[in-house]
């Protein structure tokens, strides 16, 4: 589960007052999203082979990750050129930090489910991000309680993974994570239709957090279901 630097408190004391984005913003923001989501998958198809040693290595990558997202985007912002470099090392990074996911699904012979998965997520990500645009209702207060929640959730990931290793606590977890970040789709889209983002890179990316971690929850309830275990 990734997390990422929003804004809690300046956009919800900014709420519907802030002007709304413009076309040319939204459409950036949406194809920087696509263009993210190539990375993650060129990451994903040219570390596929080595997926053991990624496994070796998770934990490095996924500090490489962090340090990206937090420090390299955080430093970047407002600095044309960088910031694309720098959102695109992030997303190709959690390409390949899905490899072992990815070669486990495969290695149950249900790659199919990749597929699925990506597209029950396109799905439900387009129902969510077009309820935000056009609702009447303001989700901007929903900032601070969803950012605690993934907090507890996190925690929850965390314990259960080093201590518990429970797979029924697995399961009410990862079904956490798609609802919570389902959430955050509606709260992120209707931020950013509100103007709450001064660079379409920052928008792209808290889209493309909320997208990959309903992905990774989605792909992964699909493979407990059809697992033989």
Known sequence: MA???????STQEIGYVQESASVDFMKK????????????????????PY?????????????????????????????????????FLF?????VSLVPLLATIIGMGNGALIGNAFLM???????????????????SS???PLFIVMIVVLVASLVNYFFLQSSLMHIFITAAIL???GLFTIYDTQNIANGA?????????????DFLNMFTAILQLLGIMGSDD
Not at 3 to 9: M, N, T
Not at 30 to 44: D, N
């Open 3 to 9: 997390l990422y630097d929003r804004d809690y408190a």
């Open 29 to 48: 923001t949406y194809q920087l999203l696509a263009a993210s989501m190539i990375a993650a998958a060129a990451g994903a198809y040219i570390t596929m």
């Open 51 to 87: 997926a053991m040693a990624v496994m070796q290595y998770k934990w490095l990558i996924f500090g490489a990750e962090l340090l990206v997202l937090f420090f390299g985007l955080g430093l970047s912002r407002g600095k044309p050129g960088l910031n694309l470099a720098m959102l």
């Open 91 to 95: 997303t190709f990074l959690t390409g």
């Open 121 to 139: 997520t396109s799905v439900l990500f387009g129902a969510l991000s077009l309820f935000a645009i056009n609702s009447k209702t303001d989700f």
């Open 142 to 144: 929903w900032g601070k």
């Open 179 to 181: 609802i919570l970040f």
């Open 197 to 209: 983002y001064d660079s379409p890179v920052d928008a792209a990316v808290s889209l493309y957090l």
